[in-house]
């Protein structure tokens, strides 16, 4: 658990918007301690520590976070309020969600799969079993019901694909709708 804890606060302080000396002191690296703390509970069975974990968790940083769902390293849950994922998700390394995002299912039949490096802006809902390829920026308020390819901007309800990443374009922009 411990590496795992050095490791999501390496990456944080590495993260664009991070960088802060105090990294312990961001909600991100607090709401991902918690949530190695669950898995390690988990893993090694103790009575009663994830669900009270979780609770914790819900209560004090406004996040959902479902038992079997896979969170990578260095996730930056930049406004965790508001935020649930669910079922068996899978979410890569250094995922940026900007708060109030749903990941979950629509229909009972699977979750998302998040590349590395994905922006997700305020608002966006990723539903059912489909992927999200690693650095794909999705905007504030999509609906993604598709999977998106590597390197693209979608946006839109249901989101569709707008546009492909420049080198120059600035991802974080781009989930908000401004043109780079």
Do not use: C
């Not at 079997?68 to 250094?94: E, L, M, N, S, W």
Request: no cysteine.
């Amino acid at each position: 658990m411990l590496r795992r804890v050095l490791a999501d606060a390496k990456a944080l302080y590495a993260a664009p918007g991070g960088g802060k000396p105090a990294v312990v002191s961001m909600d991100a690296f607090r709401v991902l301690a918690v949530q190695r703390a669950r898995e390690s509970a988990r893993r090694w069975r103790v009575p009663g520590a994830p669900h009270a974990l979780r609770i914790v968790q819900t209560a004090v940083f406004g996040i959902e976070i479902g038992n079997d769902v896979q969170i990578g390293t260095g996730v930056y849950f930049i406004h965790p309020i508001g935020i649930t994922i669910g079922g068996d998700a899978k979410i890569g390394d250094r995922v940026r969600f900007f708060g109030n995002n749903t990941v979950g299912t629509a229909k009972e039949n699977g979750y998302p799969t998040i590349g590395d490096d994905v922006v997700i802006g305020a608002g966006a809902r990723i539903l059912g079993p489909i992927h999200i390829g690693d650095r794909a920026v999705i905007g504030a308020n999509a609906v993604v019901l598709e999977d998106i390819p590597a390197d693209a901007v979608a946006v839109g309800m249901p989101a569709k694909v707008v546009r492909q990443l420049g080198q120059n374009d600035d991802p974080v922009a781009l989930a908000y709708g401004a043109s780079t």
